[in-house]
C-alpha cells in the first residue's frame, strides 16, 4: 500500500481487525519512510454496479464516492466513523442484493436520506439540501415544515 504522505510504495500494517458489523477488514498502517500512520479498509464487493445518473450517463458505482457525500453531511457532527462505514456499507450491500446491474442515483440518494433521517435530523437536512437541489431559501422551509410535520406523533 502507498503512504498517502510520502508516496513510499512499502507500508507496513501494524494491527488488522474486523470492523464491528463483519463486513470489512479494518488495517492501522505505518510508513517505514516518513513515520505516518494511517487507516485502510479492505472490503468484498459482490458485483459490479453501474450507476444510472439523471442525465442518463452510466459510471461504476464508487464508494468511496458515497463515503464522501455521507461525510460531508455529518461533517462536524457528532456521528463516529465507523457510523458512517456501517450506513455506506448498508447500503452497497442492499445494492449488491438486487441483483440488477444498473442502479439509478435517485435509488442510492433515497437510501442515503433513509439512513441520514434515523442518524441525525441536522445531517439529513445537509445532504437533502444538495440531493434536492435546494435553491432557495423557501426550498428549505418547505422541507423543514416536512419533517416537522413527519415526526409529530398522530392526533397531535
Do not use: W
Amino acid at each position: 500500500m502507498k503512504c498517502p504522505f510520502c508516496g513510499c510504495n512499502d507500508t507496513q500494517v501494524k494491527d488488522s481487525r474486523n470492523t464491528d458489523d463483519d463486513t470489512a477488514i479494518r488495517r492501522r498502517r505505518e510508513c517505514p519512510d516518513c513515520g505516518q500512520r494511517f487507516t485502510t479498509f479492505e472490503h468484498v464487493q459482490l458485483r459490479d454496479l453501474t450507476v444510472v445518473k439523471k442525465n442518463g450517463e452510466r459510471v461504476m458505482f464508487d464508494r468511496d464516492k458515497l463515503a464522501k457525500s455521507i461525510y460531508l453531511a455529518v461533517r462536524k457532527r457528532p456521528i463516529s466513523a465507523e457510523k458512517v462505514e456501517k450506513i455506506v456499507n448498508s447500503i452497497q450491500r442492499r445494492l449488491e442484493s438486487t441483483g440488477e446491474a444498473e442502479i439509478p442515483s435517485t435509488q442510492i440518494g433515497e437510501m442515503v436520506m433513509e439512513s441520514l433521517a434515523a442518524l441525525d435530523h441536522v445531517a439529513y437536512i445537509r445532504f437533502a439540501s444538495v440531493y434536492k437541489d435546494f435553491r432557495e431559501p423557501k426550498d428549505f422551509e418547505e422541507f423543514l415544515a416536512d419533517l416537522e410535520h413527519m415526526a409529530k406523533p398522530e392526533g397531535k
